[in-house]
Protein backbone atom coordinates (compact mmCIF):
# COMPACT_ATOMS: atom_id res chain seq x y z
CA UNK A 1 0.00 0.00 0.00
CA UNK A 2 1.17 3.18 -1.04
CA UNK A 3 0.05 7.00 -0.87
CA UNK A 4 1.21 10.32 -1.37
CA UNK A 5 0.13 13.07 1.25
CA UNK A 6 0.42 16.63 -0.94
CA UNK A 7 0.83 19.50 1.16
CA UNK A 8 3.33 19.29 4.80
CA UNK A 9 0.96 21.05 7.28
CA UNK A 10 -0.01 19.86 10.89
CA UNK A 11 -2.70 18.06 9.09
CA UNK A 12 -0.24 16.41 6.71
CA UNK A 13 2.76 16.19 8.54
CA UNK A 14 0.70 13.91 11.15
CA UNK A 15 -0.77 11.82 8.52
CA UNK A 16 2.32 10.86 7.26
CA UNK A 17 3.45 9.83 10.61
CA UNK A 18 0.29 7.53 11.59
CA UNK A 19 0.24 6.09 7.45
CA UNK A 20 4.10 5.34 7.73
CA UNK A 21 3.05 3.66 11.64
CA UNK A 22 0.81 1.47 9.82
CA UNK A 23 3.13 0.68 7.48
CA UNK A 24 1.98 2.39 4.39
CA UNK A 25 4.69 3.51 2.05
CA UNK A 26 4.10 7.47 2.10
CA UNK A 27 5.81 10.12 0.57
CA UNK A 28 4.69 13.83 1.49
CA UNK A 29 5.40 16.57 -1.00
CA UNK A 30 5.24 20.24 0.42
CA UNK A 31 5.80 22.91 -1.85
CA UNK A 32 7.83 25.11 0.52
CA UNK A 33 9.06 23.91 4.39
CA UNK A 34 6.76 22.00 6.22
CA UNK A 35 4.78 23.23 8.58
CA UNK A 36 5.18 26.87 7.14
CA UNK A 37 1.67 27.64 6.18
CA UNK A 38 -1.50 28.44 8.46
CA UNK A 39 0.11 25.70 11.27
CA UNK A 40 2.97 28.35 12.20
CA UNK A 41 0.71 31.16 12.04
CA UNK A 42 -1.20 29.67 14.76
CA UNK A 43 -1.96 30.78 18.10
CA UNK A 44 -1.40 27.36 19.11
CA UNK A 45 -5.08 26.63 21.22
CA UNK A 46 -5.90 23.33 21.95
CA UNK A 47 -9.51 23.56 22.68
CA UNK A 48 -12.28 21.53 22.83
CA UNK A 49 -15.31 24.00 24.53
CA UNK A 50 -17.33 25.70 21.68
CA UNK A 51 -17.01 23.05 19.39
CA UNK A 52 -19.53 21.91 16.69
CA UNK A 53 -20.66 18.55 19.10
CA UNK A 54 -20.15 16.06 16.63
CA UNK A 55 -16.66 16.82 15.99
CA UNK A 56 -15.84 15.94 19.98
CA UNK A 57 -15.25 12.31 19.62
CA UNK A 58 -12.60 13.49 17.12
CA UNK A 59 -11.48 16.42 19.24
CA UNK A 60 -11.57 13.73 22.44
CA UNK A 61 -8.97 11.73 19.99
CA UNK A 62 -6.81 14.49 19.23
CA UNK A 63 -6.37 15.60 23.17
CA UNK A 64 -5.39 12.06 23.81
CA UNK A 65 -2.87 11.94 21.49
CA UNK A 66 -1.30 15.50 22.07
CA UNK A 67 -0.90 14.72 25.60
CA UNK A 68 1.21 11.32 24.38
CA UNK A 69 3.36 12.90 21.69
CA UNK A 70 6.65 14.14 23.77
CA UNK A 71 6.69 10.09 23.46
CA UNK A 72 5.45 9.08 20.49
CA UNK A 73 7.47 11.74 18.54
CA UNK A 74 10.62 12.08 20.45
CA UNK A 75 10.97 15.56 21.21
CA UNK A 76 8.56 17.79 23.45
CA UNK A 77 6.38 19.87 21.40
CA UNK A 78 5.35 22.06 24.24
CA UNK A 79 1.83 20.96 24.81
CA UNK A 80 0.61 22.49 28.49
CA UNK A 81 -2.45 21.16 29.70
CA UNK A 82 -2.60 24.46 31.27
CA UNK A 83 -6.59 24.20 30.85
CA UNK A 84 -9.08 26.92 29.06
CA UNK A 85 -10.93 29.56 30.73
CA UNK A 86 -13.55 31.47 28.89
CA UNK A 87 -14.55 34.50 30.72
CA UNK A 88 -18.40 35.99 30.35
CA UNK A 89 -19.12 40.01 30.50
CA UNK A 90 -22.74 39.12 29.26
CA UNK A 91 -25.87 37.67 30.23
CA UNK A 92 -25.91 36.52 26.38
CA UNK A 93 -22.38 34.98 27.39
CA UNK A 94 -23.89 33.50 30.18
CA UNK A 95 -26.30 31.72 28.57
CA UNK A 96 -23.97 30.64 25.23
CA UNK A 97 -21.90 28.68 27.55
CA UNK A 98 -24.56 27.28 29.76
CA UNK A 99 -26.54 25.66 26.82
CA UNK A 100 -23.41 24.64 25.34
CA UNK A 101 -22.18 22.98 28.41
CA UNK A 102 -24.97 21.00 28.69
CA UNK A 103 -25.56 19.91 25.16
CA UNK A 104 -21.83 18.68 25.24
CA UNK A 105 -21.99 16.66 28.50
CA UNK A 106 -23.44 13.72 26.67
CA UNK A 107 -20.12 13.88 23.88
CA UNK A 108 -17.81 13.70 27.16
CA UNK A 109 -16.32 17.29 27.60
CA UNK A 110 -17.35 18.68 31.43
CA UNK A 111 -16.90 22.75 31.51
CA UNK A 112 -16.23 23.38 34.94
CA UNK A 113 -18.62 27.09 35.90
CA UNK A 114 -17.20 29.13 37.89
CA UNK A 115 -18.57 32.49 39.66
CA UNK A 116 -16.75 35.89 39.30
CA UNK A 117 -15.81 35.39 42.92
CA UNK A 118 -14.04 31.93 41.66
CA UNK A 119 -12.29 34.01 38.40
CA UNK A 120 -10.86 36.79 40.78
CA UNK A 121 -9.71 33.58 43.66
CA UNK A 122 -8.35 31.42 41.46
CA UNK A 123 -6.84 33.45 38.18
CA UNK A 124 -5.92 37.28 39.94
CA UNK A 125 -5.72 39.97 37.46
CA UNK A 126 -7.39 37.62 34.74
CA UNK A 127 -11.20 39.43 33.84
CA UNK A 128 -11.87 41.56 37.09
CA UNK A 129 -15.13 42.14 35.24
CA UNK A 130 -16.20 39.17 34.51
CA UNK A 131 -19.40 37.94 35.36
CA UNK A 132 -18.66 34.41 35.51
CA UNK A 133 -16.29 31.89 33.06
CA UNK A 134 -15.81 28.12 32.23
CA UNK A 135 -13.18 26.32 32.57
CA UNK A 136 -11.73 23.06 30.71
CA UNK A 137 -9.21 22.12 32.74
CA UNK A 138 -7.70 19.30 30.45
CA UNK A 139 -7.24 21.93 27.45
CA UNK A 140 -4.40 23.83 26.79
CA UNK A 141 -1.89 24.95 23.97
CA UNK A 142 0.89 23.75 21.84
CA UNK A 143 4.13 25.25 19.96
CA UNK A 144 3.21 25.64 16.45
CA UNK A 145 6.51 25.93 14.97
CA UNK A 146 7.48 22.74 16.27
CA UNK A 147 4.32 20.45 15.98
CA UNK A 148 4.61 19.88 12.43
CA UNK A 149 8.30 19.34 11.72
CA UNK A 150 8.26 17.21 14.93
CA UNK A 151 5.55 15.38 13.08
CA UNK A 152 7.56 15.16 9.77
CA UNK A 153 10.75 13.86 11.10
CA UNK A 154 9.30 10.93 12.87
CA UNK A 155 7.63 10.04 9.91
CA UNK A 156 10.85 10.26 8.19
CA UNK A 157 12.32 8.14 11.06
CA UNK A 158 9.58 5.41 10.07
CA UNK A 159 10.11 5.54 6.61
CA UNK A 160 8.53 8.45 4.85
CA UNK A 161 10.08 10.25 2.37
CA UNK A 162 9.43 13.89 3.06
CA UNK A 163 10.03 16.09 0.04
CA UNK A 164 10.17 19.53 0.56
CA UNK A 165 11.01 23.10 -0.99
CA UNK A 166 9.32 21.61 -4.93
CA UNK A 167 7.51 23.41 -7.54
CA UNK A 168 4.03 20.99 -8.12
CA UNK A 169 3.22 21.38 -11.57
CA UNK A 170 0.27 18.87 -12.02
CA UNK A 171 -1.69 16.33 -10.22
CA UNK A 172 -3.19 13.85 -12.17
CA UNK A 173 -5.34 10.24 -12.25
CA UNK A 174 -4.69 7.62 -14.58
CA UNK A 175 -5.62 3.70 -14.72
CA UNK A 176 -1.88 3.01 -12.54
CA UNK A 177 -2.74 5.58 -9.73
CA UNK A 178 -1.82 9.49 -8.79
CA UNK A 179 0.97 11.18 -10.41
CA UNK A 180 1.96 14.40 -8.93
CA UNK A 181 4.69 15.97 -11.56
CA UNK A 182 7.20 18.56 -9.94
CA UNK A 183 10.13 20.33 -10.52
CA UNK A 184 12.20 16.95 -8.92
CA UNK A 185 10.18 14.48 -11.42
CA UNK A 186 6.97 12.44 -10.82
CA UNK A 187 6.15 10.70 -7.85
CA UNK A 188 3.43 7.69 -8.19
CA UNK A 189 1.08 5.97 -5.35
CA UNK A 190 -2.29 4.59 -5.64
CA UNK A 191 -3.65 6.57 -2.62
CA UNK A 192 -3.62 10.51 -2.52
CA UNK A 193 -4.55 12.33 0.75
CA UNK A 194 -5.46 16.27 -0.24
CA UNK A 195 -4.20 18.22 2.65
CA UNK A 196 -3.31 21.37 1.14
CA UNK A 197 -4.84 23.39 3.75
CA UNK A 198 -6.36 27.14 2.32
CA UNK A 199 -5.54 24.90 -1.17
CA UNK A 200 -7.86 22.17 -0.52
CA UNK A 201 -10.87 23.51 -2.43
CA UNK A 202 -8.50 23.63 -6.04
CA UNK A 203 -6.99 20.52 -5.61
CA UNK A 204 -10.46 18.90 -5.07
CA UNK A 205 -11.71 20.81 -8.40
CA UNK A 206 -9.07 19.34 -10.54
CA UNK A 207 -11.23 16.14 -9.29
CA UNK A 208 -14.49 17.29 -10.58
CA UNK A 209 -15.57 18.40 -6.85
CA UNK A 210 -16.77 21.76 -5.50
CA UNK A 211 -15.78 23.05 -1.99
CA UNK A 212 -17.26 27.00 -1.14
CA UNK A 213 -14.22 27.89 1.01
CA UNK A 214 -12.55 31.36 1.32
CA UNK A 215 -8.88 32.30 2.12
CA UNK A 216 -8.82 34.76 5.52
CA UNK A 217 -5.85 35.84 7.68
CA UNK A 218 -6.34 36.30 11.36
CA UNK A 219 -4.36 38.85 12.98
CA UNK A 220 -2.29 37.86 15.24
CA UNK A 221 0.32 39.65 17.83
CA UNK A 222 3.06 38.51 20.78
CA UNK A 223 4.14 41.20 23.80
CA UNK A 224 7.61 41.59 25.01
CA UNK A 225 7.87 39.35 28.44
CA UNK A 226 6.05 40.07 31.18
CA UNK A 227 6.03 38.80 34.65
CA UNK A 228 4.25 35.22 35.11
CA UNK A 229 0.42 35.63 35.62
CA UNK A 230 -1.86 34.10 33.33
CA UNK A 231 -1.44 30.09 33.27
CA UNK A 232 -4.31 28.77 31.39
CA UNK A 233 -5.36 29.94 27.90
CA UNK A 234 -8.03 33.04 28.17
CA UNK A 235 -10.69 33.72 25.57
CA UNK A 236 -14.32 34.81 25.96
CA UNK A 237 -18.40 33.11 24.95
CA UNK A 238 -20.67 35.21 22.80
CA UNK A 239 -17.64 37.01 21.08
CA UNK A 240 -17.79 39.08 24.41
CA UNK A 241 -15.19 42.56 23.56
CA UNK A 242 -14.79 41.22 19.84
CA UNK A 243 -13.85 37.48 20.70
CA UNK A 244 -10.25 37.95 21.75
CA UNK A 245 -7.88 35.53 23.38
CA UNK A 246 -4.61 35.14 24.76
CA UNK A 247 -1.98 33.24 26.50
CA UNK A 248 1.15 33.03 28.29
CA UNK A 249 4.37 31.52 26.81
CA UNK A 250 6.68 30.07 29.64
CA UNK A 251 9.62 33.23 28.59
CA UNK A 252 6.64 35.05 29.31
CA UNK A 253 5.28 36.94 26.55
CA UNK A 254 1.41 37.30 25.87
CA UNK A 255 0.36 35.72 22.68
CA UNK A 256 -3.15 37.25 21.29
CA UNK A 257 -5.87 37.08 18.48
CA UNK A 258 -9.24 37.73 17.53
CA UNK A 259 -10.79 41.03 18.19
CA UNK A 260 -9.82 42.39 14.82
CA UNK A 261 -11.61 41.26 11.26
CA UNK A 262 -9.65 38.41 9.62
CA UNK A 263 -8.25 39.97 6.53
CA UNK A 264 -8.99 38.73 2.88
CA UNK A 265 -6.33 36.19 1.23
CA UNK A 266 -4.80 36.02 -2.47
CA UNK A 267 -4.52 31.71 -2.91
CA UNK A 268 -2.34 32.92 -5.92
CA UNK A 269 0.47 33.98 -3.67
CA UNK A 270 -0.68 33.01 0.03
CA UNK A 271 0.60 35.63 1.45
CA UNK A 272 -1.08 36.86 4.81
CA UNK A 273 -0.03 40.16 6.11
CA UNK A 274 -1.20 41.46 9.77
CA UNK A 275 -2.67 45.36 9.31
CA UNK A 276 -1.00 47.53 12.17
CA UNK A 277 -4.38 49.81 11.75
CA UNK A 278 -5.87 47.42 13.31
CA UNK A 279 -3.80 46.63 15.95
CA UNK A 280 -4.97 49.40 18.45
CA UNK A 281 -8.30 48.19 18.59
CA UNK A 282 -7.40 44.70 19.09
CA UNK A 283 -5.37 45.30 22.02
CA UNK A 284 -8.22 47.68 23.26
CA UNK A 285 -10.66 44.75 22.80
CA UNK A 286 -8.12 42.50 24.77
CA UNK A 287 -7.71 44.93 27.94
CA UNK A 288 -10.98 43.04 29.65
CA UNK A 289 -9.38 39.94 29.67
CA UNK A 290 -6.09 41.21 30.64
CA UNK A 291 -5.57 44.36 32.14
CA UNK A 292 -1.94 44.85 32.48
CA UNK A 293 -1.45 44.20 28.77
CA UNK A 294 -1.99 48.04 28.85
CA UNK A 295 1.45 48.72 29.81
CA UNK A 296 3.11 46.18 27.35
CA UNK A 297 5.09 46.53 23.90
CA UNK A 298 3.85 44.38 20.97
CA UNK A 299 7.10 42.94 19.45
CA UNK A 300 5.39 41.79 16.38
CA UNK A 301 2.48 40.87 14.22
CA UNK A 302 1.96 38.29 11.79
CA UNK A 303 -1.05 36.62 10.23
CA UNK A 304 -1.47 33.65 7.87
CA UNK A 305 -3.24 31.97 5.24
CA UNK A 306 -6.29 29.72 6.63
CA UNK A 307 -9.48 28.41 4.35
CA UNK A 308 -12.76 28.99 5.81
CA UNK A 309 -15.63 26.80 4.26
CA UNK A 310 -19.07 28.12 3.93
CA UNK A 311 -20.48 25.71 6.69
CA UNK A 312 -17.78 26.68 9.28
CA UNK A 313 -16.98 22.87 9.46
CA UNK A 314 -13.64 21.29 7.42
CA UNK A 315 -13.87 18.48 4.82
CA UNK A 316 -12.62 15.23 5.94
CA UNK A 317 -12.81 11.96 4.10
CA UNK A 318 -13.10 9.66 0.97
CA UNK A 319 -13.50 11.49 -2.33
CA UNK A 320 -16.36 11.49 -3.76
CA UNK A 321 -15.36 10.89 -7.28
CA UNK A 322 -12.30 9.15 -7.76
CA UNK A 323 -11.21 6.04 -5.88
CA UNK A 324 -7.96 6.38 -4.14
CA UNK A 325 -8.53 10.01 -3.25
CA UNK A 326 -8.80 11.81 0.08
CA UNK A 327 -9.55 15.23 1.56
CA UNK A 328 -8.58 16.74 4.94
CA UNK A 329 -8.59 20.66 4.52
CA UNK A 330 -10.68 23.50 5.14
CA UNK A 331 -9.31 23.60 9.30
CA UNK A 332 -11.41 27.28 9.23
CA UNK A 333 -9.16 28.26 12.26
CA UNK A 334 -9.78 25.10 14.30
CA UNK A 335 -7.06 22.38 12.92
CA UNK A 336 -4.64 23.05 15.38
CA UNK A 337 -6.34 21.59 18.47
CA UNK A 338 -7.67 18.67 15.75
CA UNK A 339 -4.57 18.07 13.82
CA UNK A 340 -2.90 15.05 15.50
CA UNK A 341 -6.65 13.40 15.39
CA UNK A 342 -7.05 14.00 12.03
CA UNK A 343 -3.45 12.44 11.09
CA UNK A 344 -4.07 9.36 12.84
CA UNK A 345 -8.10 8.82 11.88
CA UNK A 346 -7.17 9.86 8.17
CA UNK A 347 -4.29 6.79 8.21
CA UNK A 348 -7.06 5.03 9.40
CA UNK A 349 -9.41 5.49 6.95
CA UNK A 350 -6.67 5.02 4.30
CA UNK A 351 -5.39 1.75 5.30
CA UNK A 352 -8.60 0.08 6.98
CA UNK A 353 -11.13 1.37 5.12
CA UNK A 354 -13.26 2.96 8.49
CA UNK A 355 -12.73 4.18 11.57
CA UNK A 356 -15.11 4.26 14.78
CA UNK A 357 -15.15 8.00 14.66
CA UNK A 358 -18.10 9.79 13.21
CA UNK A 359 -16.84 11.53 10.34
CA UNK A 360 -20.36 11.68 7.99
CA UNK A 361 -20.84 15.79 8.90
CA UNK A 362 -17.61 16.21 7.24
CA UNK A 363 -17.53 14.62 3.97
CA UNK A 364 -17.35 16.52 0.72
CA UNK A 365 -20.45 15.29 -0.46
CA UNK A 366 -22.02 17.76 1.37
CA UNK A 367 -21.66 20.01 -1.65
CA UNK A 368 -22.83 18.46 -4.23
CA UNK A 369 -26.22 19.91 -5.56
CA UNK A 370 -28.88 18.09 -5.68
CA UNK A 371 -30.71 16.88 -8.92
CA UNK A 372 -33.44 18.73 -9.33
CA UNK A 373 -37.22 16.74 -9.28
C1 LIG B 1 -3.27 33.07 12.33
C2 LIG B 1 -3.86 31.72 12.60
C3 LIG B 1 -4.19 31.34 13.91
C4 LIG B 1 -4.74 30.08 14.16
N1 LIG B 1 -4.99 29.69 15.45
C5 LIG B 1 -5.50 28.45 15.72
C6 LIG B 1 -5.75 28.00 17.06
O1 LIG B 1 -5.46 28.71 18.02
N2 LIG B 1 -6.29 26.77 17.26
C7 LIG B 1 -6.61 25.95 16.23
O2 LIG B 1 -7.10 24.83 16.46
N3 LIG B 1 -6.32 26.32 14.94
C8 LIG B 1 -5.79 27.54 14.67
N4 LIG B 1 -5.52 27.92 13.39
C9 LIG B 1 -5.72 26.95 12.32
C10 LIG B 1 -4.60 25.95 12.30
O3 LIG B 1 -3.35 26.59 12.33
C11 LIG B 1 -4.67 25.04 11.06
O4 LIG B 1 -6.01 24.64 10.81
C12 LIG B 1 -3.83 23.79 11.31
O5 LIG B 1 -2.49 24.16 11.59
C13 LIG B 1 -3.88 22.82 10.15
O6 LIG B 1 -3.32 23.38 9.05
P1 LIG B 1 -3.24 22.59 7.66
O7 LIG B 1 -2.22 21.53 7.74
O8 LIG B 1 -4.62 22.23 7.22
O9 LIG B 1 -2.80 23.79 6.69
P2 LIG B 1 -1.38 24.45 6.45
O10 LIG B 1 -0.54 24.52 7.69
O11 LIG B 1 -1.62 25.72 5.71
O12 LIG B 1 -0.68 23.38 5.50
C14 LIG B 1 -1.07 23.22 4.16
C15 LIG B 1 0.21 23.13 3.34
O13 LIG B 1 -0.09 22.74 2.02
C16 LIG B 1 0.90 23.30 1.17
N5 LIG B 1 0.37 23.26 -0.20
C17 LIG B 1 -0.69 23.94 -0.70
N6 LIG B 1 -0.89 23.58 -2.00
C18 LIG B 1 0.08 22.68 -2.31
C19 LIG B 1 0.39 21.94 -3.49
N7 LIG B 1 -0.32 22.07 -4.62
N8 LIG B 1 1.44 21.10 -3.46
C20 LIG B 1 2.17 20.95 -2.31
N9 LIG B 1 1.93 21.62 -1.15
C21 LIG B 1 0.87 22.46 -1.16
C22 LIG B 1 1.07 24.71 1.72
O14 LIG B 1 2.33 25.24 1.34
C23 LIG B 1 0.95 24.46 3.23
O15 LIG B 1 2.22 24.34 3.86
C24 LIG B 1 -4.98 29.18 13.09
C25 LIG B 1 -4.66 29.57 11.78
C26 LIG B 1 -4.10 30.82 11.54
C27 LIG B 1 -3.76 31.20 10.12
Same mark, same amino acid.
Given at each position: ????????????? !? @?????????????????? /?????????? &??????SGR?????????????? $????????????????????RLIFSHEGLRAMRSFAEDA?? $????L?E?????????????????IAAS &????????????????? !??????????????????????????????? @????? !??????????? $????????????????????????????????????GVWAHD??G??? /????????? &?????????????????? !?????????????????????????? /?? $? @????????????????????????????? @???????????????????????????????????????? /??
Open positions: MDAIVLGGGLIGA !A @SAFFLARRGVRTTLIERN /RVGSGATVAS &FGNIRRYLPQLPLAHRSLAL $WDQLATMLGRDVEFRATGHLRP $WGLEELTAKDVRARFPGIGPEA &FSPKDGSGNPRLIAPAF !ADAARKLGADIVENIEVEAVRKSEYGFQVET @SKGVY !AASMLLNATGA $WGARIAGLFGETVPMVAKGPQMGVTEPLPHRVLPVVHGGYL /RQVERGNIV &FGGGAERTDVSLDTGYAK !ADPARLPSQLRSLLPLFPALRNAAVI /RT $W @SGCEGYVEDGLPVMGPSSTTAGLFHAFGF @SGHGFQLGPGVGDVMAEIMEKGRTDIPMEDFRVERFQKLP /RP
